[in-house]
């Protein structure tokens, strides 16, 4: 089938396929979703515009969130205040950051070597966080991670899976200083880390045109220090709003989107959204960071050789 606004002659039924994957692997680790969709773009189905590619990403990005946030709000694996932080935050980085790309990154030379290095560089950040020196300074997050696994197994057993939410995100503390426990561990955080933390990943995001969860969720596991079941849905949730913010921006800057093939893609994007959630309680914390390593590693690598000619993706 042609699109004529990307240029591109694909079958719907890859373009489904792929979305759904992009749709499962967002929703379930909280990030990645847009670098998928940027693959599926540019190696799988040829967009040539990098313009008209980086909106056309985070509309998939920005769907996932719609899909899988409430979800994770009702088993209360969703820090609702951190992600408002990370929003605002998200609201004046994307404004900067997609005026930035459109202007100085408007072709597909210059833009994707920049995606490889700053991939390849959170994909090794993640593969440090995994020694074993690193994983001991994480006491409190092994332990919610642990608790949260055994509470899982425990309540499919007896068939009570709507008891899951009592051990789920509970706030003590709202403000600056913020205090919440789940899954029997507590956890601290200061608001303004996030807002910080929001404005400098959306810059980043949006001059890729992605969704900012590969770097959100570096930031929420290791530097917040919160457990991976409840990384994800946090993540989602400030993304919905930085996403629809740069969206805005490079439509408003005169960048196109093919709504046809967003059609296709949709579909793909919320099926994978609705098993993500549904099925990331079954995995384990550990093997959704090294996922989201080997994703980042391989794309990261493939556009970063793809800057000197060579192709591996």
Do not use: C
Request: aromatic content about 12%; hydrophobic content about 50%.
């Amino acid at each position: 089938m042609d699109f004529s606004v990307a240029g591109v002659h694909v079958n719907p039924i890859i373009l489904i396929l792929w979305s759904l994957f992009v749709g499962y692997v967002f929703s379930t680790v909280g990030a990645a979703g847009g670098i998928l969709a940027g693959v599926g773009h540019i190696t799988i189905f040829g967009l040539k515009n990098a313009n008209i590619v980086k909106p056309m990403n985070q509309v998939l990005t920005l769907i996932s969130p719609v899909i899988s946030s409430p979800l994770y709000f009702k088993e209360r694996r969703l820090v609702v205040p951190a992600a408002i932080a990370l929003g605002l935050g998200g609201i004046v980085g994307a404004i900067l950051g997609s005026y930035l790309s459109h202007t100085f990154l408007p072709d597909m030379k210059s833009y994707k070597p920049l995606f490889g290095v700053i991939t390849l560089f959170i994909a090794i950040k993640i593969w440090l966080e995994m020694r074993p020196a690193a994983k001991a300074k994480q006491g409190s997050v092994k332990k919610a991670n642990k608790a949260f696994e055994n509470k899982v197994k425990e309540l499919k057993a007896e068939g009570r899976m709507n008891e899951l939410k009592d051990i789920g995100v509970k706030f003590s503390e709202v403000g600056i200083s913020n205090t919440f426990s789940f899954a029997g561990e507590t956890f601290k955080y200061n608001a303004l880390s996030p807002f910080i933390a929001g404005l400098i990943v959306a810059i980043i995001s949006a001059a890729l045109g992605v969704g900012g969860g590969f770097l959100l969720v570096p930031y929420l596991s290791s530097m917040l220090g919160f457990p991976m079941f409840i990384v994800a849905g946090t993540s989602v949730l400030s993304i919905l709003v930085s996403s629809a913010t740069s969206i805005a921006n490079y439509l408003r800057m005169g960048s196109s989107l093919d709504f046809a093939m967003l059609g296709f893609e949709v579909i793909g994007v919320v099926i994978g959204s609705y098993l993500g959630p549904v099925l990331s309680k079954y995995i384990k914390g550990e093997y959704l960071k090294i996922f989201l390593a080997v994703i980042l590693t391989y794309i990261g690598v493939g556009y970063l050789l793809a800057g000197f000619g060579i192709k591996i993706i």
